[in-house]
């Protein structure tokens, strides 16, 4: 037995409390804030009820951060931000300030690090820059994807990088990346979402699925019954013409993978929202069926993000979002105007589709 | 490292966006051993498929989640990334930090892991990218030893996350931190050890705008709202139209139910509460003339998720009002029947959405205690399929006995 002496061991402690983390002005002003304003790309200016004001710069990531870029930014945040920060729901880094002669300063030196300061919108004025996507893991580190994650991420943004900067859209538009349909990102109710798919069924591997999977919960795990148990052989079948490629039955059985380097790709869906500012919140629906997985940049989705955005930040009025631009101008002309061949896919054959089909004649030529 | 070593992510330096390529490389100055996910990610980059296999169970003692195991198909080639697992960090709510605790996180990355990082994952969570399975204990340790614990994976409850709420914006009508807070803790167990069907989420938005997109990435969306009238301010609303802000074209063009009237010569601004939805566009507009009104609660939506299995859901509205204060035994109340619920009926890999289509929303309302309302719905159904239970009903007549009756008297 060892004599060294036990320690105690601590577990289902929770995360701090965020009271431990609020810098004094936001602590002192808790549940008190009258307004906001935007001040300039990035920058915005939060009034108390007390008179109080905090300056919040927001500053673009990629997300995936090395320990060292963070005490980076975090040197940042001492010489400026008297030691706290905070981060967005979107992956944006926010500098907390009260002085504000130090807003310029800060730009400067996180800038020259190589993060952008921007991302924000002025609600007021009608002036919109675009937010940063929200994304999953992808070749990284995941082991279910269908194509990467930061990838496309860094070429969308690095083409969109004036959008970022600038407030120069019309509305809200939310971008995302989900490189697999389990969506970890669930990006299904964003104006612009991109989504990794197969489009071959999957390859069992008999032994694979003898040593590691349940076939049970596996076979009824599939949302078409594509499936089925081969008792015998204690392994699965796939009905291949009632596979849809959703990948579920990787997901909980390894000997079955979907793979398929030049088969799987991207769709592109529009028109979702979160806000129920002016209408409600919605999904996003499938434009692109498909597009070609083409690392390193991914030029194909680079190219359809850029015209689905530019036809729609043309066109729009005041702080109406793909949605309502669509709903506004209707579906065929939503293809027309950006040029996106409508293709037979997008017809929805899956469950509920019966609410998707037209039952008027009103449309537009 | 040299460009000619890895071409292809080499290209994903290059551009304005900060490279999440120079990140990993940033890493590998330290730690040798992080060459090899650059590696592994070019020759992903080359063959456009994954080299991480599929799962493994690793974990913490006394946890059944919180750490994702991963191992690499390219071990011999790649062994400085064979065993690469991620420990998900339970994120302060609403996502501040002091510089010391960020500080604390990084050294105990850095001495225990890939020095990598997502700030944050999808769910909330930080996210520790890469480490071995003996080191898994010893940083959990550490993190734990200084106020950090682990998140939610598997089929349990999952990291609960929230808007900035009221710590930084005049809209949050609930104190979403804390009662992301106050559920985090209080369901330690369901977060910490995976015992249900699958997994749940819960989100807290502070109002209609949604920015933790609580509606569809959560089976439990809690959204702040009010009840009682707008406040106008309309000293603040000619102001802004003094400024050059068209009223009428970016507020009242865009109420969604035309219940907003300005009197141009007047500067005035009206509304007609009683046919206001409350989606905040006015509001967003005009802060510092409008202002929600002061009875407020939450708005509970439940069945957000992503496509797998049936499909993707936007959260359905279960409980249209509910007031919220600490401790928030209403809301725990809430949450238990549903849980309930969905341990009793749910099957393997079914999300609450799922279960809630299969079995009803008539029944499913009924089994967690919440009055039907109108609210709950679009529009009432077009068909008249439904369930009557004894107590609706009079006693069963037998139609047979009335026709032999009417025969016999004949």
Redesign the interface.
């Known amino acids: 037995m060892s004599s060294e002496p036990v320690e105690e061991y601590i577990s289902d402690i929770g995360p701090p409390h965020y009271s431990e983390m609020l810098p004094p002005v936001i602590k002192n002003n808790y549940g008190k804030w009258k307004y906001h304003e935007v001040l300039k790309p990035g920058v915005l200016l939060h009034v108390a009820e007390s008179g109080d004001k905090v300056y919040s710069v927001r500053v673009g990531s990629p997300r995936l951060l090395s320990v060292y870029t963070i005490k980076e930014v975090c040197d940042l945040a001492d010489k400026y931000c008297d030691g706290y920060l905070r981060f967005t729901s979107r992956n944006n880094i926010e500098f907390l300030l009260t002085d504000e002669s130090k807003i310029d300063p800060l730009i400067e030196e996180v800038e020259k690090l190589g993060f952008p300061v921007g991302g924000t919108w002025d609600t007021t004025n009608a002036k919109y820059a675009l937010s940063n996507i929200v994304h999953t893991q992808g070749w990284i580190h995941c082991h279910t994807p269908a194509i990467d994650a930061s990838g496309p991420v860094k070429a969308l943004m690095d083409e969109l990088f004036d959008h970022f900067k600038n407030m120069d859209l019309p509305g809200l538009c939310r971008i995302s990346i989900a490189c697999c349909l389990n969506m970890c990102g669930a990006v299904h109710a964003s104006d612009i979402s991109l989504v990794g798919i197969h489009r071959t069924p999957p390859v069992v591997d008999d032994d694979v699925v003898r040593r590691t999977c349940e076939l049970p919960s596996t076979v009824a795990g599939c949302p078409t019954g594509a499936l089925r148990p081969d008792m015998k052989n204690k392994t699965i079948k796939v009905d291949e013409e009632k596979c849809m490629y959703c990948g579920n039955c990787y997901t909980m059985c390894p000997g079955m993978p979907l793979f398929d380097p030049e088969n799987g790709g991207v769709a592109i869906l529009v028109g979702g929202k979160l806000s129920d500012a002016r209408s409600p919140a919605r999904l996003s629906k499938v434009v692109v069926p498909y597009l070609p997985n083409n690392p390193p940049r991914w030029p194909e989705v680079v190219d359809t993000i850029r015209r689905i955005l530019e036809a729609w930040a043309a066109e729009a009025k005041p702080h109406e979002r793909i949605a309502e631009w669509i709903d506004r101008i209707g579906w065929e002309k939503f293809f027309e105007k950006t040029g996106i061949d409508f293709r037979v896919q997008v017809i929805d054959d899956f469950k509920g589709s019966r609410w998707t089909f037209r039952t008027t004649t009103q449309f537009r030529w | 490292m040299s460009n000619e070593e890895f071409p292809?992510?080499s290209?994903?330096k290059?551009?304005?966006?900060?490279?999440?390529?120079?990140?990993?490389e940033?890493?590998a100055e330290?730690k040798p051993e992080m060459k090899d996910?650059l590696k592994q990610?070019e020759r992903?980059?080359e063959?456009?498929?994954?080299?991480?296999?599929?799962?493994g169970i690793v974990s913490v003692?006394?946890?059944g989640g919180g750490v994702i195991g991963?191992y690499s198909f390219l071990a011999k080639e790649c062994p400085g990334v064979a065993e690469?697992h991620?420990m998900r960090v339970?994120?302060?709510?609403?996502?501040?930090?002091?510089?010391?605790?960020?500080?604390t996180?990084?050294?105990i990355?850095?001495k225990y892991g890939s020095?990598?990082?997502?700030?944050?994952?999808?769910?909330g969570d930080i996210i520790l990218?890469?480490t071995t399975t003996p080191n898994l204990q010893p940083c959990f340790?550490e993190l734990?030893?200084n106020?950090?614990?682990l998140g939610g994976s598997g089929s349990a409850l999952r990291t609960p996350?929230a808007?900035?709420g009221?710590?930084?914006?005049?809209f949050?009508l609930i104190?979403t931190?804390?009662i992301c807070?106050e559920l985090?803790?209080t369901y330690?167990?369901e977060l910490?050890r995976p015992m249900w069907p699958y997994k749940f989420k819960f989100k807290v938005a502070g109002c209609?705008?949604?920015?933790?997109?609580?509606?569809?990435?959560s089976d439990f969306a809690i959204v702040g709202t009010w009840r009682d009238e707008i406040k106008v301010n309309n000293e603040e609303v000619k102001k802004?139209a003094e400024q050059g802000?068209d009223i009428k074209?970016?507020v009242v063009d865009?109420?969604?139910t035309k219940c907003i009237e300005w009197d141009e010569e007047k500067k005035e601004l009206k509304i007609d509460n009683s046919n206001c939805?409350?989606?905040?566009?006015c509001i967003?507009?005009?802060?510092?003339a409008l202002r929600p009104g002061d009875d407020r609660g939450a708005v509970i939506l439940m069945g957000?998720?992503?496509?797998?299995?049936?499909?993707?859901v936007?959260g359905w509205v279960v409980v249209p009002f509910m007031k919220l204060e600490p401790p928030y035994d209403n809301l725990k109340e809430l949450a238990e029947n549903v849980w309930d619920f969905w341990d009793e009926n749910g099957?393997?890999?079914e999300r609450l959405a799922e279960l809630i289509e299969r079995v009803g929303m008539m029944r499913f309302l009924e089994a967690i205690g919440v009055e039907p309302d109108p609210r709950q719905i679009k529009e009432p159904r077009t068909n008249p399929f439904y369930f009557w239970k004894e107590e609706d009903l009079k006693p069963r007549v037998d139609p047979w006995e009335i026709w032999r009756k009417a025969e016999k008297e004949m």
Request: aromatic share 10%; hydrophobic share 35%; glycine share 8%.
């Open positions: 292809l992510l290209e994903l290059k551009g304005p966006w900060p490279s999440f390529v120079k990140e990993i940033k890493t330290k996910l990610l992903s980059y063959d456009k498929i994954t080299y991480w296999k599929h799962g003692k006394g946890y991963r690469f991620t339970n994120q302060p709510a609403g996502w501040f930090y002091t510089t010391k605790a960020l500080r996180i990084c050294d990355w850095e020095g990598l990082t997502n700030m944050h994952g999808s769910t990218l890469g340790n734990a030893k106020g950090f614990d996350s808007c900035v009221p710590a930084r914006c005049e949050a104190d931190l804390d807070h985090t803790v330690q167990d910490h209609p705008n949604d920015c933790v997109a609580s509606k569809a990435r802004y802000v074209v970016q865009n109420c969604p939805v409350r989606c905040m566009h967003n507009v005009l802060p510092k957000g998720k992503a496509p797998i299995l049936e499909g993707p936007m099957k393997f890999r």
